[in-house]
């Protein structure tokens, strides 16, 4: 068993990792976003989990509202932005299948 603690404090931070899979949590300060037309994972699925805060994400040049309780797969190679709505913080989990970068 492995155990983490999320504090949502940082932008971006990886908080566990094995051969399989990634997680990291990510908050977005009010107004802002990250990614955008050109970002994508060529061989990792994303799986966002909204912990907290609203916000919209823009997949494939389509978009979609964010709420708590939103659980989001966004596939390989599809190209992606995330963002928090201007009054809140926009925190999510995000899972990596497999691991970013790999």
């Given at each position: 068993?492995?155990?983490?603690?999320?504090?949502?404090?940082r932008f971006f931070q990886v908080?566990?990792?094995?051969a399989d899979a990634q997680a990291a949590q990510m908050t977005?300060?009010?107004?802002?976003?990250?990614g955008g037309p050109t970002?994508?994972?060529?061989?990792?699925d994303q799986w966002l989990f909204v912990h907290a805060g609203r916000g919209w994400a823009v997949?494939?040049?389509?978009?979609?509202?964010l709420e708590p309780g939103?659980?989001?797969?966004?596939?390989?190679g599809e190209r992606h932005e995330i963002g928090a709505?201007?009054?809140a913080a926009?925190?999510?989990l995000n899972l990596y299948v497999p691991p970013r970068g790999r």
């Open positions: 068993m492995h155990r983490e603690h999320l504090e949502f404090d908080v566990a990792e094995t977005l300060a009010p107004g802002e976003s990250t970002n994508y994972h060529p061989v990792a997949v494939d040049g389509e978009e979609y509202p939103d659980l989001v797969r966004i596939d390989a709505d201007d009054d926009l925190e999510t």
